[in-house]
C-alpha cells in the first residue's frame, strides 16, 4: 500500500484508492487491495479525497473504494460530496459498507457509486467488483455478424413473449415462428437476437414449419435442466438461416409433465439471459409449467377463431387465471382467420364475442389461405416465401410494435 499516494512520484501509477476515516478499520479490504493491485493503489482520508481529486496524480484513478461504517452515517454528507466529486471526475466509485443503512446505502448509490459491496467483504468479492468495473457496458451485436446470435454472452434480459392456442389449430405454431422471424428482422443495423422454444412437447411443429430436424440433444436438455450450462444449450438449439435460435420440440413424442415448472423456469431463465427476444410455442392443454410461463412472460398472446370452442376455451382460459389470482393482464388475445373489413356481419360477430367472454380482442390477423399453409409446408416463414401475405404484414406490423415498446420502455429506464 502507500500510505499517501501524493509523494509516491516514482511509482507505479495509482489506479485506485482506499477512502475512509480510518483504513485500519477495514484491513480486509488493505489485504483484498493489495491481492488485486499491488503496489498499484493508496489511500486517503475522507477529509482529503475532494482535494486530492483536483490534482494531477488523480488522473490515473480507476476507481476508488470508499468504506464506510455505521458511524459515518453521521456525517454523510461529506461522503456523498465524496462520491460525487469522484464520478464527475470520471472515477468510478465502490462503496464498501459496514452496517450501514440501506437509507445511507440509497444515497450514496443514488450519487453515482457504482457497486457497493457489505463488509466485512465475502471472499472474492473486490476481484468480481473490479472485474466488472473493468468490463464495458455491453452492446448488441453488429449488422451482417452472421456469428452474433450464437455466440453465448450471458448479457442480455430478454423479452419473452408465449404464444397460446386456445384450440388446436388456431395458428399459435404460424404466430409463434413468424413472429420470432419478424423479430430477427425488425431493426437493421442492430438486428436483435432471437430464439423460439417449441415447448409443444407432443405436436410441436415448429420444426415442420422452419424445415429443422429433430434433435436428441433436446430430450437430453429437457430431461436434466439442473445439469444443463450455456453450452449444452446453445448445443441442443439450431439455426435458422443464422440470424434465429430454435429449441425444437423432442423427437419422440412425451408428456406434457415430463417438465415440471423448475425445469421451465431454468430454461426460459437460460434464453433471456442470451436472447434479445425469446419467444415460446405453447401446448393447447394446460399444465402445471403454464403459469410459469405466463408469470415469466412479458405479453401472453392466445389465439383464437371465431367459433364456439375457442369462445368456450377462452372463456374456461381466463377463469381459471383470474381464480388463481394469475396474471391476466398479460394475455393479448388473437383472433386469427378474422373476418374482413368490409364484412360487416363477421366484425359484429367479433364484437358479441369478445362482449359475451368480457375480453378485448387486441389483435386480428387475416386468413392468409393457402399460400399460409404452402410457407409451412416449405419449411419458411412468410416473409421469405410469401411476403406481401395479409398475414405476414399482420405480424411484421405486430413485432414492429411490441419491439418498439420494447425500445421505449428500454430508453425510460
Ligand atoms: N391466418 C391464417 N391464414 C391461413 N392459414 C393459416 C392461418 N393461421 C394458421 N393457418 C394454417 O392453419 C394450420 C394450423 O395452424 P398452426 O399454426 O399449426 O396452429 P396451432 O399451432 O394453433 O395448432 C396450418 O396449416 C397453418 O398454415
Ligand atoms: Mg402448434
Not at 499516494?5 to 488493505?30: G, Y
Not at 446505502?105 to 473490479?130: N, R, S, T
Request: hydrophobic content about 45%; some cysteine; aromatic content about 6%.
Amino acid at each position: 500500500m502507500s500510505s499517501s499516494v501524493a509523494l509516491q512520484p516514482d511509482a507505479a501509477p495509482i489506479v485506485a484508492c482506499t477512502i475512509s476515516r480510518d483504513v485500519q478499520n477495514f484491513d480486509l479490504l488493505i489485504e483484498d487491495m493489495e491481492t488485486e493491485l499491488g503496489e498499484a493503489w493508496g489511500d486517503l482520508s475522507i477529509d482529503d479525497a475532494v482535494a486530492f481529486f483536483g490534482q494531477p496524480e488523480a488522473d490515473t484513478l480507476e476507481f476508488v473504494a470508499i468504506a464506510i461504517d455505521d458511524d459515518d452515517e453521521e456525517d454523510l454528507a461529506k461522503v456523498a460530496m465524496t462520491v460525487k466529486t469522484a464520478v464527475d471526475k470520471g472515477i468510478k466509485v465502490v462503496v464498501i459498507a459496514e452496517e450501514v443503512s440501506p437509507i445511507a446505502l440509497h444515497q450514496l448509490l443514488k450519487m453515482g457509486a457504482a457497486e457497493f459491496v457489505p463488509y466485512p467483504l465475502p471472499e472474492g468479492a473486490l476481484h468480481d467488483v473490479i472485474d466488472r468495473l473493468r468490463t464495458p457496458a455491453p452492446s448488441l451485436p453488429a449488422p451482417g455478424d452472421a456469428n452474433a446470435a450464437i455466440r453465448p454472452k450471458g448479457d442480455r434480459e430478454g423479452v419473452i413473449f408465449a404464444v397460446h392456442g386456445l384450440a388446436g389449430g388456431t395458428g399459435s405454431t404460424t404466430l409463434a415462428v413468424n413472429l420470432a422471424w419478424e423479430l430477427t428482422k425488425v431493426e437493421k443495423e442492430r438486428a436483435p437476437r432471437v430464439c423460439l422454444l417449441d415447448f409443444d412437447l407432443q405436436f410441436g411443429t415448429v420444426s415442420t414449419f422452419l424445415d429443422l430436424p429433430r434433435r436428441d440433444a433436446v430430450y437430453e436438455l429437457l430431461s436434466d435442466t439442473e445439469a444443463m450450462d450455456v453450452d449444452s444449450f446453445m448445443q441442443a438449439m439450431l439455426p435458422f438461416n443464422d440470424s434465429l435460435q430454435v429449441l425444437t420440440a423432442p423427437n419422440d413424442m412425451l408428456p406434457l409433465d415430463i417438465l415440471t415448472s423448475e425445469d421451465v423456469e431454468r430454461i426460459v431463465e437460460m434464453a433471456r439471459n442470451h436472447f434479445d427476444y425469446v419467444v415460446i410455442d405453447m401446448p393447447t392443454a394446460v399444465v402445471q409449467w403454464t403459469e410459469t410461463v405466463l408469470n415469466a412472460a412479458h405479453l401472453y398472446f392466445t389465439t383464437l377463431e371465431l367459433d364456439m370452442r375457442s369462445a368456450q376455451n377462452a372463456l374456461r382460459m381466463v377463469k381459471a387465471l383470474k381464480s388463481e389470482d394469475l396474471p391476466v393482464s398479460k394475455l393479448r388475445h388473437v383472433l386469427n382467420r378474422a373476418p374482413k373489413f368490409t364484412d360487416l356481419s363477421g366484425k359484429s360477430r367479433v364484437k358479441r364475442l369478445a362482449e359475451s367472454l368480457d375480453i378485448t380482442i387486441e389483435i386480428q390477423l387475416p386468413d392468409g389461405l393457402k399460400p399460409v399453409t404452402q410457407a409451412g409446408d416449405h419449411g419458411l416463414p412468410l416473409a421469405e416465401a410469401a411476403p406481401k401475405n395479409p398475414l405476414r404484414r399482420e405480424i411484421q406490423k405486430l413485432a414492429k410494435s411490441v419491439h418498439e415498446v420494447n425500445q421505449a420502455a428500454v430508453e425510460a429506464s
